[in-house]
C-alpha cells in the first residue's frame, strides 16, 4: 500500500527534504496561470492593460515557497551553476517544476483523502448519500496512487542524474501505460462540479 506521507518515499535521497513544503497543488496551479496572463499582456500583446486575478502577493509568496532546481544541495556542491548559461537555467528549472508541481498535486489529494474522505465516511447517509460519494470520490485513490507512482520514478531520474536527461522518457512511459487513470478521472469533473454545487 503507497505511504500515507508520499515524501517517505523520498527520505534519505536528499540531504534536505525539498518537497515537504511544496505549496498545495490548488494554489501553485492558480499561481502559474496568473503568472501566464501576466506574460501575455506584457510581453505578447502589447497595450493591454494587466489586471490581475490573484493578489500579487499570493502570487510572490506561492512562487518562493516553491523549491528550485538551483536549491538542491547536489546542484549546490556541484557548483554547475557557475558554468551554465541563463537559457540552460530556465530549462533545468523548467524541468524540476515537473517534480515540484507532482509532489504539491500529492499534497493535495493527501488532504482530500485524510481530511475530507475521511470526515465524510462518518457523515450520516440522509445528509450524504452513497452516489455523492462515489461520483466525488471514486476514482481519487487510484489517481493518488499513480501519482505517488509517477514521483518516486521522477525522483529516481533526479538521483541518477542532476540535469534530469531521463524526465521526458519518464514522462512518456507513463502517459502511455497509465494515462488512462487520469483521463477517465478528468471526464468527470462535470459531474463532480455539479455535485458539489448541488450539496
Same mark, same amino acid.
Not at 46 to 58: M, R
Not at 118 to 138: A, M, N, Y
Given at each position: 500500500?503507497?505511504?500515507?506521507?508520499?515524501?517517505?518515499?523520498?527520505?534519505?535521497?536528499?540531504?534536505? &527534504?525539498?518537497?515537504?513544503?511544496?505549496?498545495?497543488?490548488?494554489?501553485?496551479?492558480?499561481?502559474?496561470?496568473?503568472l501566464a496572463r501576466e506574460y501575455i $499582456? @506584457?510581453?505578447?500583446?502589447?497595450?493591454?492593460?494587466?489586471?490581475?486575478?490573484?493578489?500579487?502577493?499570493?502570487?510572490?509568496?506561492?512562487?518562493?515557497?516553491?523549491?528550485?532546481?538551483?536549491?538542491?544541495?547536489?546542484?549546490?556542491?556541484?557548483?554547475?551553476?557557475?558554468?551554465?548559461?541563463?537559457?540552460?537555467?530556465?530549462?533545468?528549472?523548467?524541468?524540476?517544476?515537473?517534480?515540484?508541481?507532482?509532489?504539491?498535486?500529492?499534497?493535495?489529494?493527501?488532504?482530500?483523502?485524510?481530511?475530507?474522505?475521511?470526515?465524510?465516511?462518518?457523515?450520516?447517509?440522509?445528509?450524504? $448519500? @452513497?452516489?455523492?460519494?462515489?461520483? #466525488?470520490?471514486?476514482?481519487?485513490?487510484?489517481?493518488?496512487? #499513480?501519482?505517488?507512482?509517477?514521483?518516486?520514478?521522477?525522483?529516481? $531520474?533526479?538521483?541518477? &542524474?542532476?540535469?534530469?536527461?531521463?524526465?521526458?522518457?519518464?514522462?512518456?512511459?507513463?502517459?502511455?501505460?497509465?494515462?488512462?487513470?487520469?483521463? +477517465?478521472? $478528468?471526464?468527470?469533473?462535470?459531474?463532480? +462540479? @455539479?455535485? #458539489?454545487?448541488?450539496?
Amino acid at each position: 500500500e503507497p505511504s500515507e506521507n508520499v515524501y517517505e518515499l523520498l527520505r534519505g535521497s536528499m540531504e534536505l &527534504d525539498v518537497y515537504s513544503k511544496e505549496p498545495l497543488y490548488q494554489f501553485y496551479e492558480e499561481t502559474s496561470q496568473e503568472l501566464a496572463r501576466e506574460y501575455i $499582456c @506584457r510581453e505578447l500583446e502589447s497595450g493591454v492593460e494587466y489586471k490581475p486575478v490573484v493578489p500579487l502577493a499570493t502570487t510572490r509568496a506561492v512562487m518562493q515557497q516553491r523549491t528550485l532546481w538551483s536549491q538542491i544541495p547536489e546542484v549546490q556542491e556541484s557548483q554547475v551553476l557557475e558554468t551554465m548559461s541563463r537559457n540552460q537555467r530556465q530549462l533545468q528549472e523548467a524541468k524540476f517544476e515537473i517534480i515540484t508541481s507532482e509532489a504539491s498535486y500529492i499534497n493535495s489529494l493527501n488532504i482530500l483523502k485524510n481530511h475530507f474522505m475521511t470526515h465524510l465516511e462518518q457523515i450520516d447517509e440522509i445528509d450524504f $448519500c @452513497r452516489e455523492d460519494r462515489r461520483i #466525488l470520490f471514486s476514482d481519487v485513490m487510484q489517481v493518488r496512487n #499513480l501519482s505517488e507512482k509517477f514521483l518516486s520514478q521522477l525522483e529516481e $531520474c533526479r538521483r541518477n &542524474d542532476i540535469f534530469l536527461r531521463g524526465i521526458f522518457k519518464v514522462i512518456s512511459e507513463v502517459s502511455q501505460k497509465d494515462f488512462k487513470i487520469y483521463v +477517465d478521472y $478528468c471526464s468527470y469533473q462535470n459531474s463532480r +462540479d @455539479r455535485t #458539489l454545487t448541488r450539496l
